[in-house]
């Protein structure tokens, strides 16, 4: 029996062990941003890329003839003809594969960016949803008093049943909507783990994020006068930009790909001397016209409103990084204003007058107390998210050397 239990101890020991060590990385969890699923297809491009390089041949095509004067089998005349490629072409290929070399770069910065604002945003819920869990856990209790109090008074003449039945019904939707909040925060833990390989708990009280007052700073001096223009989402238009122009031209090029031919013969049947049989023919191609004009011009007219949606889509991403910093400041403001309201209350100074305070009027002052606290709440995740916001649309999430945007000493990532 003492071996079974021994048994049983060194057990429980490495569970809690293996428990205690199986702490939740937000640094971590950011980092593996890098291995998300988004990044595969870019990835698989680049390595094609890298070893088949759109080269075009110098020789675009060669030809062998032979030729017989009658029904023998010996040949009468030899002909080898090589058709150039046009050097404008070799050029214009060589340009394509280079942007989109950089399209490619860009379009990974991209989807970077949007894998880790999703990491941030997934962290941010799941602690918002755990701190909406203890505010509602103190609404329950604080409802529960206050039930307490006309269960009380069901004897007494100023009973008001219809207050009871409300006080009940409140109960229960609070009571609802915490579970409800329980059961958000366990998906949002499932769809961290899909991301991560952790089999822990989250535990919201190990993540340490950076103080509002800390991040009101980095506005005002690390954040401040941004070039939004310069962002990875504009930059990614710009490039595609580029590369539908530059396909442009390589189909010009391609379209005038038969410049002409070079070519070397032998004629048995001209001459008496050897070098008598040789000869040579150069053929230039006179392009009178092109038939492929209207092609070029739909073509020319598709880039044209390419251009002018990207000058849209780029003045819609200023306007939106500009109005959420404008949003930020004013939740910052707002934020400042209730806590120094919180901070600065009198109610425990009131408190402490007063003698005989009524049991409802104390549940009254709580609620009023406990409404500030949950607005404050409120306030300070819709900071933290708009912050995240501004940093993905002007594209400072994907700065090198990427940082946890969310730690107190924005820590290398």
């Given at each position: 029996m003492s071996s079974y239990l021994r048994y049983i101890f060194c057990f429980l020991l490495l569970f809690i062990y293996q428990s205690m060590s199986a702490q939740f990385s937000m640094s971590e969890f950011l980092t593996q941003a890098k291995n998300d699923i988004r990044l595969y297809e870019n990835e698989q491009k680049s390595q094609f890329l890298e070893k088949n390089p759109y080269k075009s041949p110098w020789i675009q095509r060669s030809e062998f003839r032979v030729r017989t004067n009658d029904f023998d089998i010996s040949a009468d005349d030899y002909r080898f003809r090589i058709n150039p490629t046009n050097p404008f072409e070799i050029r214009a290929n060589k340009q394509y594969y280079q942007m989109e070399f950089n399209l490619l770069l860009s379009e990974y910065q991209k989807a970077l960016n949007a894998a880790l604002n999703e990491r941030y945003q997934l962290i941010l819920d799941y602690l918002e949803?755990?701190?909406?869990?203890?505010?509602k856990e103190k609404q329950v209790l604080l409802i529960e008093d206050e039930l307490k109090l006309h269960n009380t008074e069901i004897n007494n003449p100023g009973f008001s049943l219809i207050d009871y039945l409300e006080t009940k019904e409140d109960l229960i939707q609070t009571q609802l909507e915490y579970n409800e909040l329980y059961h958000q925060s366990e998906l949002i833990n499932v769809e961290i783990k899909s991301k991560y390989a952790f089999s822990g708990r989250i535990l919201p009280e190990h993540i340490n994020l950076v103080d509002i007052n800390t991040l009101k700073n980095w506005l005002n001096t690390i954040f401040i006068g941004y070039d939004t223009t310069n962002n990875i989402h504009v930059d990614n238009l710009q490039q595609e930009n580029l590369l539908t122009e530059q396909r442009i031209k390589l189909e010009r090029a391609e379209d005038r790909r038969n410049i002409g031919y070079l070519q070397a013969e032998y004629?048995?049947?001209?001459?008496?001397?050897?070098?008598?049989?040789?000869?040579?023919?150069?053929?230039?191609?006179?392009?009178?016209?092109?038939?492929?004009?209207?092609?070029?011009?739909?073509s020319k007219i598709d880039l044209?409103?390419?251009?002018?949606?990207?000058?849209?889509?780029?003045?819609?991403i200023n306007i939106r990084s500009e109005l959420l910093r404008i949003k930020l400041n004013y939740l910052l403001d707002q934020y400042a204003t209730i806590s120094k309201n919180i901070n600065e209350s009198d109610f425990p100074k009131i408190l402490s007058i007063i003698q005989d305070i009524k049991p409802e009027d104390?549940?009254?002052?709580?609620?009023?107390?406990?409404?500030?606290?949950?607005?404050?709440?409120?306030?300070?995740?819709?900071?933290?998210?708009?912050?995240?916001?501004?940093?993905?649309?002007?594209?400072?999430?994907?700065?090198?050397?990427?940082r946890n945007y969310l730690s107190a000493d924005l820590t290398e990532i």
């Open positions: 949803k755990s701190s909406m869990q203890q505010i004629d048995r049947e001209r001459g008496n001397e050897f070098y008598d049989h040789m000869g040579f023919q150069i053929g230039i191609r006179i392009p009178l016209t092109n038939p492929d004009r209207p092609d070029m011009n739909r044209i409103e390419d251009q002018a949606d990207a000058v849209v889509r780029i003045a819609e104390l549940l009254k002052a709580q609620r009023s107390v406990f409404r500030l606290e949950r607005l404050e709440n409120q306030i300070k995740w819709e900071i933290y998210k708009s912050y995240i916001d501004y940093l993905y649309f002007t594209g400072q999430l994907i700065e090198l050397p990427l």
